[in-house]
Protein backbone atom coordinates (compact mmCIF):
# COMPACT_ATOMS: atom_id res chain seq x y z
CA UNK A 1 0.00 0.00 0.00
CA UNK A 2 1.15 3.35 -0.47
CA UNK A 3 0.61 4.88 2.30
CA UNK A 4 2.64 2.13 3.99
CA UNK A 5 5.57 3.07 1.69
CA UNK A 6 5.15 7.28 2.10
CA UNK A 7 5.27 6.30 5.86
CA UNK A 8 8.91 4.90 5.44
CA UNK A 9 9.83 7.20 2.92
CA UNK A 10 9.34 10.11 5.17
CA UNK A 11 10.47 8.62 8.63
CA UNK A 12 13.05 10.45 9.70
CA UNK A 13 12.63 13.45 7.68
CA UNK A 14 11.83 16.72 9.15
CA UNK A 15 12.15 19.37 6.15
CA UNK A 16 8.27 20.33 5.19
CA UNK A 17 9.64 21.01 1.68
CA UNK A 18 11.67 17.67 1.33
CA UNK A 19 8.68 15.87 2.61
CA UNK A 20 5.83 17.20 0.14
CA UNK A 21 8.64 16.58 -2.90
CA UNK A 22 8.62 13.19 -2.43
CA UNK A 23 4.61 12.65 -1.21
CA UNK A 24 4.17 14.44 -4.71
CA UNK A 25 6.42 12.79 -6.93
CA UNK A 26 5.05 9.28 -5.43
CA UNK A 27 1.55 10.20 -5.68
CA UNK A 28 2.18 11.45 -9.14
CA UNK A 29 4.33 8.15 -10.34
CA UNK A 30 1.70 5.82 -8.31
CA UNK A 31 -1.52 7.33 -9.98
CA UNK A 32 -0.05 8.64 -12.88
CA UNK A 33 -2.25 11.98 -12.59
CA UNK A 34 -2.17 15.19 -14.79
CA UNK A 35 -0.80 17.48 -12.05
CA UNK A 36 0.28 16.66 -8.26
CA UNK A 37 1.75 19.12 -6.08
CA UNK A 38 1.06 21.65 -2.70
CA UNK A 39 1.04 25.20 -2.65
CA UNK A 40 2.20 26.71 0.58
CA UNK A 41 0.64 28.95 2.68
CA UNK A 42 2.48 32.47 2.76
CA UNK A 43 0.78 35.33 4.42
CA UNK A 44 -2.72 35.82 2.64
CA UNK A 45 -1.71 33.92 -0.38
CA UNK A 46 -0.86 30.12 -1.66
CA UNK A 47 2.40 29.83 -3.36
CA UNK A 48 3.74 26.99 -5.59
CA UNK A 49 5.63 23.95 -3.79
CA UNK A 50 7.03 21.03 -4.95
CA UNK A 51 4.89 19.69 -7.79
CA UNK A 52 4.96 16.92 -10.41
CA UNK A 53 3.06 17.73 -14.09
CA UNK A 54 3.29 20.73 -16.12
CA UNK A 55 4.25 24.37 -15.01
CA UNK A 56 1.25 25.99 -12.66
CA UNK A 57 0.26 29.03 -11.43
CA UNK A 58 2.71 30.45 -9.18
CA UNK A 59 0.81 32.22 -6.68
CA UNK A 60 -3.51 31.82 -5.48
CA UNK A 61 -4.90 34.46 -3.45
CA UNK A 62 -6.94 33.03 -0.21
CA UNK A 63 -10.46 32.47 -1.03
CA UNK A 64 -9.56 31.86 -5.34
CA UNK A 65 -9.71 28.97 -7.45
CA UNK A 66 -9.75 25.07 -6.07
CA UNK A 67 -7.26 25.49 -3.65
CA UNK A 68 -8.04 28.91 -2.33
CA UNK A 69 -11.66 27.55 -1.68
CA UNK A 70 -10.24 24.76 0.38
CA UNK A 71 -7.80 26.68 2.35
CA UNK A 72 -10.46 29.40 3.19
CA UNK A 73 -12.91 26.47 4.04
CA UNK A 74 -10.42 24.37 5.60
CA UNK A 75 -11.87 21.53 4.07
CA UNK A 76 -11.55 19.06 1.01
CA UNK A 77 -12.69 20.07 -2.20
CA UNK A 78 -13.45 17.86 -5.23
CA UNK A 79 -14.61 19.19 -8.33
CA UNK A 80 -15.91 16.82 -11.07
CA UNK A 81 -15.38 19.42 -14.10
CA UNK A 82 -13.16 22.72 -13.17
CA UNK A 83 -15.09 24.32 -16.05
CA UNK A 84 -18.20 23.90 -13.92
CA UNK A 85 -16.12 25.71 -10.29
CA UNK A 86 -17.17 29.24 -10.03
CA UNK A 87 -13.86 31.18 -9.95
CA UNK A 88 -11.61 28.18 -11.09
CA UNK A 89 -8.02 29.56 -12.02
CA UNK A 90 -7.17 28.03 -15.36
CA UNK A 91 -3.53 27.17 -14.79
CA UNK A 92 -3.98 24.47 -18.01
CA UNK A 93 -6.81 23.76 -20.08
CA UNK A 94 -6.17 20.44 -20.05
CA UNK A 95 -6.99 20.10 -16.63
CA UNK A 96 -10.73 18.76 -16.56
CA UNK A 97 -11.43 17.69 -12.58
CA UNK A 98 -9.49 18.63 -9.50
CA UNK A 99 -9.14 17.44 -5.78
CA UNK A 100 -7.51 20.05 -2.98
CA UNK A 101 -6.67 18.30 0.34
CA UNK A 102 -5.68 21.05 3.48
CA UNK A 103 -2.50 19.87 5.15
CA UNK A 104 -2.60 21.26 9.03
CA UNK A 105 0.23 21.90 10.91
CA UNK A 106 0.90 20.96 14.81
CA UNK A 107 -1.84 23.68 15.38
CA UNK A 108 -4.32 22.47 13.54
CA UNK A 109 -3.85 25.55 11.08
CA UNK A 110 -4.32 24.90 7.11
CA UNK A 111 -0.25 25.38 5.61
CA UNK A 112 -0.51 24.08 2.91
CA UNK A 113 -3.04 22.39 0.50
CA UNK A 114 -2.09 19.26 -1.52
CA UNK A 115 -3.88 19.69 -5.22
CA UNK A 116 -4.26 17.01 -8.00
CA UNK A 117 -5.76 17.49 -11.36
CA UNK A 118 -6.84 15.01 -13.81
CA UNK A 119 -7.38 15.37 -17.55
CA UNK A 120 -10.48 13.25 -17.14
CA UNK A 121 -13.75 14.73 -16.03
CA UNK A 122 -14.87 13.39 -12.41
CA UNK A 123 -11.29 11.56 -11.29
CA UNK A 124 -11.99 11.91 -7.98
CA UNK A 125 -14.21 10.09 -5.68
CA UNK A 126 -14.95 9.67 -1.75
CA UNK A 127 -12.56 7.22 -1.50
CA UNK A 128 -10.12 9.50 -3.04
CA UNK A 129 -10.84 12.61 -0.28
CA UNK A 130 -10.42 9.72 2.14
CA UNK A 131 -6.70 8.21 0.83
CA UNK A 132 -5.61 11.60 0.31
CA UNK A 133 -6.48 13.20 3.66
CA UNK A 134 -4.83 10.18 5.32
CA UNK A 135 -1.98 10.78 3.27
CA UNK A 136 -1.49 14.95 4.17
CA UNK A 137 -1.40 13.78 7.63
CA UNK A 138 2.07 11.86 6.86
CA UNK A 139 2.93 15.48 6.46
Not at 69 to 75: D, L, Q
Not at 98 to 105: A, C, N, T, W
Request: aromatic letters at 8%; hydrophobic letters at 45%; charged letters at 20%.
Amino acid sequence: MLERQLTALLEGETDGIARMANVSAALHGAFRFWWTGFYRVAGNELILGPFQGPVACMRIPFGRGVCGTAWARNETVVVPDVEAFPGHIACSSDSRSEIVVPVHGPDGAVTAVLDIDSDRLAAFDEVDRVALERVVKLL
